[in-house]
């Protein structure tokens, strides 16, 4: 889970976990030990916390260099007795080490939901050498020898115990991969720097040997070889893998559900196999209930426990609301949806609700709780029955609870069945509009949710009632006077200019000018690149305030630019080059708007790194650096000469060229490799601009293969429309990659030449952008980049069938929208769980979207339109 790590911190925002301290009054984390580690104090050593760890080394010297790293893995349990051993080992021998800074890291890094790379990693040992590290690891591993800790997954385990050994880095340095991402770097022989890998399993550097001593032993098979062949995974976490099995005795297909030993930790200290042995006493317990899938065995196998159960054909209930969502997909987008489609699935869904509130009193009369209820823990069969997944957290009604719950379904203030009865209200609600995530940060929102289902679905007020029953509680806000069934920014209450004021207000409001890291609420994402970036950073924000006309924030706007000029600098030396993700979009933003001093030091800067490996996207790549570059060039106070922009220009081509040819080579061309921002829509876009710069007719051919490539990957829906084939899991139709994007790119072709993709026009792409339901409101991938996009088509001549799904788009914006005071507006971000402020998913890319498309402004995506 990329995420897990930065939403722990801030309840509203994602924020860096090296910030996180657990509240000992949060009954979340009321079972967990929490507070600072510390080893005795020795002198001549040296001691820094950096994120979540603490570095220990002798004298001030850092640590540097690469090798045989030594890990010790930990549990919650375990940390605090093994620091006092192994840094007592390391203070005698001068070996620098590094260990988790708190003791409630100690948890996060082995809970169910953490990253498996990181899984049970508590305590790092830096040898001088080869020869060191053998010996030290051979030593430690006998010290350690009767301590049981979960399995590094990224790393070589010594003799099946706590100590784990891995080739990598010492101290961070950067590279990038071969699809142009940063990543940590290791030094090749040849003095090259190449990614530092951190994979599961473990694999060495090419350049690498493994000692004798470090490798592997053959596992124990501990018995018969059970009779299960894996055909498929289904899932993985910390915990283990789920897989979709073949039993070769009698042919049947079943699940496998693994649980790892000292691994996958939840708030109680239970780890994955005691879960397990939780959970199949559950459903055996429960399984004369119909909405329990028969469980046929547990076993062990090379120390991991399996639980072997039915195989259930069928989606969860999340995937099949969205398969079956009237408002979602329907023949045509155009037309709203007919009383039958309404009430089928409202008949629909009855019939499945009824047996998931069936199935939960019966735990409950029977003294139990689920414990862990949400849309994806339920599974629908094609005849529209049910089946709960998950036991793990099913309990005895007074137990303490393994887990909060799901985001969305959970209020952790509550235990027993009214923390059941919550979630289940909650699933009902998020049947009809999956938005119940944003109700913990407005106490007004979840009326507002309720009354929409109400009159879309025509719900009986019995219903609303009884959910209403079960979530609101009795300290509930009245709902606010204004409050429509989706009021949006053009309601009666307010018009454009007060609604714009309030995002502003929320921006002032939250900024954070003493941070280096970040100056405003940002997506996770955006902790991985420059602060000042476009894409997540300040800059973003800062093209929303200057671009959109009569905004009145003057003394916000000097704040920003006063600390990107700051904070650009010290950005100067990332890796970072791209339009998006570096200082360039900073610059880029300074010098559209007036502010070619401050523009030209970051322009400069990222002008002068090495591209080579940043690929050729609109995002990070050298197809961004053009078009700004293109700009930048012409007009007044050029920062870039037009001599520059076209040997960028033919670069690009060049290498585009090579790009589209590896894609046509491949039989499985990798999805990262399509989109407007990221793949082959956006590049076509820009080598065409440098066929109309050059009056070059082979990058005009080129362009319109790209993009004629990009439609391979497209598929005609049910609806009509054409949309991005997802890795066969979904279909995307947002700016960033999806319909809109390659119709923007289609459109400005268009508008320069007579032609057209091969059977793909774009008011086929449009048709994809109509959904009334939509989960996220962001620029890149929401409904505000809905709104834009096709504000951008209408003026390209796409107007009648762009301007319907513009005003429903417009009706329906209130729905994300958050107000923590009647002053103050925000939105949300990635996947709901915290608010954003950046341009990619928050506030600062819905204010962009509609400011463009009212009028007030005169461009809304950098580089592109």
Same mark, same amino acid.
Request: charged share 25%; net charge negative.
């Given at each position: ?55 220990? !080394? ?49 948890? =996060? ?40 800790? %979960? ?61 004798? #001593? ?124 007919? !009383? ?73 203030? !509550? ?115 420059? %602060? ?53 979009? #900073? ?35 050298? #197809? ?20 520059? #922009? ?11 060229? =090579? ?9 499985? %061309? ?196």
């Amino acid at each position: 889970m990329d995420y897990f790590f930065y939403t722990f911190t801030d309840p509203d925002a994602y924020d860096d976990i090296g910030r996180w301290r657990a509240d000992r009054h949060d009954p979340r984390f009321d079972r967990i030990r929490c507070g600072l580690t510390d080893v005795p104090h020795t002198d001549g050593w040296h001691y820094a916390q950096h994120g979540i760890w603490t570095v220990c !080394r002798p004298g001030r010297d850092p640590v540097r260099g690469q090798g045989w790293k030594i890990h010790v893995a930990v549990t919650p349990e375990t940390f605090a007795p093994l620091l006092d051993t192994v840094s007592a080992f390391c203070f005698a021998r001068g070996v620098p080490f590094k260990f988790l800074a708190r003791h409630e890291y100690a948890w =996060l890094v082995n809970a169910k939901y953490a990253p498996r790379p990181v899984s049970g990693k508590g305590i790092v040992l830096y040898p001088a050498d080869e020869q060191q590290s053998v010996a030290l690891a051979s030593e430690l591993a006998g010290v350690l020898k009767m301590w049981q800790g %979960p399995r590094i997954l990224s790393d070589l385990r010594i003799d099946d115990g706590v100590v784990h050994v891995r080739y990598g880095a010492y101290t961070r340095r950067y590279c990038r991969n071969a699809e142009g991402k940063v990543t940590f770097a290791l030094e090749d022989p040849e003095g090259r720097l190449v990614p530092d890998r951190r994979s599961v399993p473990f694999r060495a550097p090419s350049f690498v040997s493994v000692p004798e #001593a470090f490798s592997p032993r053959p596992p124990e098979t501990g018995g018969p070889v059970p009779p299960y062949r894996i055909d498929k995974t289904l899932h993985f976490s910390n915990s283990g893998g789920v897989y979709l099995a073949t039993n070769t005795a009698t042919g049947s297909e079943v699940v496998l559900k693994e649980a790892r030993p000292s691994a996958g930790y939840d708030l109680i200290g239970g780890d994955a196999v005691q879960r397990a042995e939780r959970e199949y006493e559950a459903l055996c317990r429960f399984a004369d209930l119909p909405a329990v899938p028969a469980v046929q065995e547990q076993f062990t196998w090379q120390g991991h426990l399996f639980t072997v159960m039915e195989y259930v054909r069928g989606t969860t209930l999340l995937e099949w609301c969205a398969a079956k969502q009237p408002y979602l997909l329907r023949p045509d987008p155009f037309r709203p949806p007919t !009383r039958d489609d309404i009430r089928t699935y409202r008949e629909q869904v009855d019939t499945i609700l009824a047996q998931v509130r069936a199935f939960l009193s019966a735990l409950w009369e029977q003294g139990h709780v689920f414990g862990d209820i949400h849309p994806g823990n339920v599974i629908v069969t094609p005849d529209l029955d049910v089946r709960f997944i998950d036991l793990e957290a099913c309990i005895e009604e007074d137990a303490p609870r393994p887990f909060p719950g799901a985001p969305g379904f959970n209020d952790y203030t !509550r235990t027993g069945r009214a923390a059941d009865e919550y979630a289940l209200g909650m699933l009902e609600l998020s049947c009809y509009l999956p938005l119940t995530h944003l109700v913990r940060m407005d106490g007004a929102k979840f009326q507002q949710l309720l009354h929409t289902s109400v009159e879309r679905y025509d719900l009986p007020t019995e219903w609303a009632e009884r959910v209403a029953r079960l979530c609101t509680p009795d300290d509930a806000p009245a709902p606010r006077a204004s409050l429509r069934t989706a009021s949006s920014h053009l309601d009666d209450a307010l018009g454009f200019e007060e609604w714009s004021s309030q995002i502003v207000a929320g921006l002032a409001a939250t900024m954070t000018p003493e941070r280096t890291d970040r100056l405003f609420r940002n997506d996770f994402s955006g902790f991985s690149l420059s %602060p000042v970036c476009l894409a997540t950073g300040a800059s973003g924000v800062l093209w929303s305030l200057l671009g959109t006309h009569g905004l009145g924030a003057p003394d916000l706007v000097e704040r920003v630019i006063d600390w990107i000029v700051v904070r650009g600098r010290e950005s100067a030396d990332r890796l970072e080059c791209g339009l998006y993700d570096s200082e360039l979009g #900073a610059g880029y933003t300074l010098w559209r708007h007036g502010y070619p001093e401050p523009a030209q030091w970051l322009v400069d800067a990222a002008m002068a790194k090495e591209r080579d490996g940043s690929g050729l996207s609109v995002f990070s790549g050298l #197809a961004g650096v053009f078009l700004a570059a293109t700009e930048m060039a012409a007009g007044p106070n050029p920062l870039v000469t037009t001599a520059t #922009a076209e040997k960028l220009g033919a670069e690009l081509a060049d290498r585009a060229r =090579l790009f589209l040819a590896r894609l046509k080579e491949s039989t499985t %061309p990798d999805v990262a490799h399509f989109g407007l921002l990221h793949g082959a829509a956006g590049i076509g876009l820009a080598v065409h601009r440098y066929g109309l710069l050059l009056d070059d007719p082979a990058a005009l051919d080129l362009a319109r293969e790209l993009l004629e490539f990009e439609l391979t990957r497209y598929v005609r829906c049910a609806d009509g429309s054409l949309q991005f084939n997802d890795a066969e899991r979904r279909s995307l139709a947002y700016v960033e990659v999806g319909s809109l994007g390659t119709a923007l790119a289609l459109s400005e072709l268009a508008r320069h030449e007579d032609w057209a993709p091969t059977g793909a026009g774009i008011p086929d792409l449009i048709r994809a952008n109509g959904p009334e339901l939509m989960v996220q409101s962001g620029l890149f991938r929401g409904r505000s980049g809905f709104i834009a996009g096709l504000a951008s088509l209408a003026r390209d001549g796409y107007e009648q069938p762009a301007q319907p799904f513009i005003d429903r788009h417009m009706d329906q914006l209130g729905l994300h929208e958050i107000r923590p005071t009647e002053a103050q507006l925000h939105y949300p971000g990635t996947r709901n769980y915290k608010l954003s402020s950046d341009l990619r998913t928050g506030s600062a890319g819905v204010l962009t979207g509609i400011a463009f498309a009212e009028g007030r402004r005169d461009s809304w995506l950098p580089g592109v339109r």
